[in-house]
């Protein structure tokens, strides 16, 4: 399941991408990866005079020398250790990532969420959006804050996986598990019983409530069972992003583990979630 061989690592030399750069090294030492360096820049600027401002074609040989010549000299100190590659492109950038993960063997892709870079673009959120859709390999985002990512969560001492309650939650949870192993740290699950916000249409009936909590927890008793994950697990009412925030940080999670989904298949309906869980995580995100 784990043990990621070659690590993706887009960035766009900002201060947010830089932040990223010691988990991006405790995750490439601790599972003798390669990484490789990606940075994609536009080809293309917009004009902000005229009517209407149009796309302006510049020297896109200058904009490619340029952007290899910063790459060769980025990170050289901080991965002298380790097995680096680096890739310059011209293109859009969240295509220009997934295609090169999948053609390239790619275990894990790590980002921030955005950066504020010369080349901003390649790590905006949207462009975050647009891999985490694409991309066919597990997602590593860093938390969405202003302020350059929390050292405190490096070690990994405290996992919260985000389960739905359905049979694609097994092998999420087995994901889970295995990561929690392999670094040392705890784990615990967390489910949201979205209905809940419904349960007024029973006028807020406690016993169709506390209902849907047993069948929930009887739920999630079985899935662990099924996928041999033996944690601990929380039920909880109400929003499911809200919800995982909550939770994650009152178990100080240093890493959230959801279940993404991609386009070859799902592992349940938690993804449509995703980004709003990673948007609000006040911890990186793991999405499977």
């Not at 927890?217 to 099924?226: G, N, Q």
Request: contains cysteine; negative net charge.
């Amino acid at each position: 399941m784990t043990g990621f061989k070659h690590i993706l690592f887009p960035i766009d030399f900002s201060d947010r991408c830089c932040g990223a750069v010691p988990f991006v090294d405790a995750m490439a030492s601790r599972y003798s990866a390669k990484i490789t360096l990606i940075s994609v820049a536009e080809p293309m600027y917009y004009a902000g005079m005229g009517d209407p401002g149009g796309p302006i074609m510049i020297n896109i040989d200058t904009i490619l020398s340029d952007l290899k010549e910063r790459l060769d000299n980025a990170l050289t100190r901080e991965f002298a250790h380790l097995s680096v590659g680096r890739i310059a492109e011209l293109g859009d950038p969240a295509r220009v990532i997934a295609e090169f993960a999948h053609a390239n063997g790619v275990d894990l892709i790590m980002m921030p969420t955005h950066g504020y870079g010369p080349f901003r673009r390649l790590l905006l959120g949207s462009v975050t959006a647009k891999v985490l859709h694409d991309a066919e390999c597990p997602v590593w985002t860093a938390a969405h804050v202003e302020e350059r990512p929390c050292q405190n969560h490096l070690a990994c001492r405290s996992i919260l996986c985000a389960v739905d309650g359905t049979p694609k939650s097994v092998p999420l949870m087995q994901w889970a598990a295995a990561i929690a192993k392999d670094v040392g740290a705890t784990l615990r699950l967390v489910h949201v019983i979205t209905e809940l916000n419904r349960s007024n249409i029973h006028g807020f009936d406690e016993a169709y409530d506390r209902d849907l909590f047993q069948r929930a927890s009887r739920a999630i008793l079985e899935l662990k069972e099924i996928a041999n994950v033996d944690v601990p697990h929380c039920t909880i009412g109400g929003d499911v992003v809200a919800g995982v925030h909550e939770e994650a940080v009152r178990h100080a999670a240093d890493l959230v583990v959801i279940g993404r989904g991609v386009l070859h298949g799902t592992l349940g309906r938690l993804r449509t979630h995703a980004y709003g869980i990673i948007r609000q995580s006040p911890c990186p995100v793991l999405s499977v």
